[in-house]
């Protein structure tokens, strides 16, 4: 069964300081990994997306890595801000063609930062 | 470029009533996703409909129907609705050529309680 786990469940930070979340993935076969940040109350937004073939990609602060070999990413953020505080959600997808109910969802990080 | 909009933003409702909800795909989009998301947990696939046909449904009972009309425009109906149908529903479109190139354009969902 194709399952995405992230981790930590949630974490707490203070602004400024740096934080890594964790996603470790089942599914097969692979083709594409998406990061999304969802607000409370508000739907996800896509931060990064990486093929098999990219070990990583940054957007602003946030920077992903991927290990393919270990069905293994990560989501760095820099020098939080109070505006990062929300769920970071991995989304897998084992092809490239269009079939939005082959996506995996993991569960998300709950990330708050505290002044 | 008008984004996903979704209505209404909340709703309550007593167990056994019918509800519809609404959704605007952004513009150029012509495929439309249905997500249920359960609080702390990820988005979970309803259907998808491309070209007002539904192609690819998650596993939800029958009572979860939807349309998609010639605008791209698509409702979600629920019928017999039950406590746990609680939930934020996400609408979300793409272009139905790659999840690569086109990312899911995220509404900002119905909050849907069940009484």
């Known amino acids: 069964k194709n399952q995405v786990e992230q981790s930590p469940q949630s974490l707490i930070i203070l602004e400024g300081k740096n934080c890594t979340l964790q996603c470790n993935y089942t599914v097969s076969p692979f083709s594409n990994l998406r990061w999304y940040k969802q607000d409370t109350g508000r739907g996800p937004v896509s931060l990064t997306i990486m093929t098999f073939s990219e070990n990583t990609k940054s957007n602003g602060r946030y920077t992903a890595t991927l290990d393919a070999d270990t069905k293994q990413s990560s989501l760095h953020i820099t020098a939080s801000q109070l505006s990062d505080s929300a769920s970071y959600i991995c989304?897998?997808?084992?092809?490239?063609?269009?079939?939005?109910?082959?996506?995996?969802f993991g569960t998300g990080t709950r990330l708050t930062i505290i002044p | 470029e008008t984004g996903v909009t979704q209505s209404p933003t909340h709703l309550i409702k007593t167990r056994g009533q019918q509800v519809t909800l609404r959704c605007s795909s952004q513009s150029g989009h012509n495929t439309v996703s249905w997500y249920q998301q359960a609080l702390g947990q990820g988005p979970q696939f309803i259907f998808q409909y491309y070209r007002e046909e539904e192609n690819g449904r998650g596993n939800f009972p029958p009572r979860f129907s939807g349309l998609q009309f010639p605008n791209y425009s698509s409702e979600l109906n629920v019928n017999a609705l039950e406590l746990d149908d609680s939930a934020l529903y996400l609408c979300?479109?793409?272009?139905?050529?790659?999840?690569?190139?086109?990312?899911?354009?995220f509404g900002n969902g119905t909050r849907l309680t069940v009484t």
């Open positions: 989304v897998v997808s084992p092809t490239n063609n269009f079939g939005n109910e082959k996506l995996t």
């Open positions: 979300a479109s793409s272009l139905a050529l790659s999840s690569y190139n086109s990312p899911l354009h």
